[in-house]
């Protein structure tokens, strides 16, 4: 049975960082990522990390968030810098494996309030 777990959401003063986790378990994914969604709004695609390490951002979180991967433990991070109260949505983990076809896999998702 595939999981997602969350960790690391929290609030946060603008300006500030949060750094986000995430870790897999019931199987392998070939492509990891972070999605957000602010109220009203629809999810949005924030950072995604492929096996090899191939990483695509989202153009408004591009030189101020870092995504990366422990293969081995079937991990991502988040590294948000600079955060801005735009940036305030809930953080749901994604991965994708192949199955004949891309299978989706969601986290509960982590909120993220950023806010003097």
């Known amino acids: 049975q595939v999981q997602l777990v969350e960790s690391g959401g929290g609030l946060v003063q603008p300006g500030g960082s949060l750094r986000l986790s995430c870790t897999a378990s019931?199987?392998?994914?070939?492509?990891m990522g972070w999605y957000r969604q602010a109220p009203g709004n629809q999810r949005d695609l924030v950072a995604t990390?492929?096996?090899?390490?191939?990483?695509n951002y989202a153009d408004s979180v591009k030189g101020r968030f870092t995504i990366s991967r422990d293969n081995g433990k079937n991990t991502i991070y988040l590294e948000m810098n600079s955060l801005q109260p735009e940036d305030t949505a809930v953080y749901h983990c994604?991965?994708?494996?192949?199955?004949?076809?891309?299978?989706?896999?969601w986290g509960q998702g982590t909120q993220v309030t950023v806010s003097s």
């Open positions: 990390i492929r096996t090899d390490g191939t990483t």
């Open positions: 994604n991965a994708a494996r192949w199955v004949g076809f891309l299978k989706n896999y």
């Open positions: 019931g199987s392998t994914f070939s492509i």
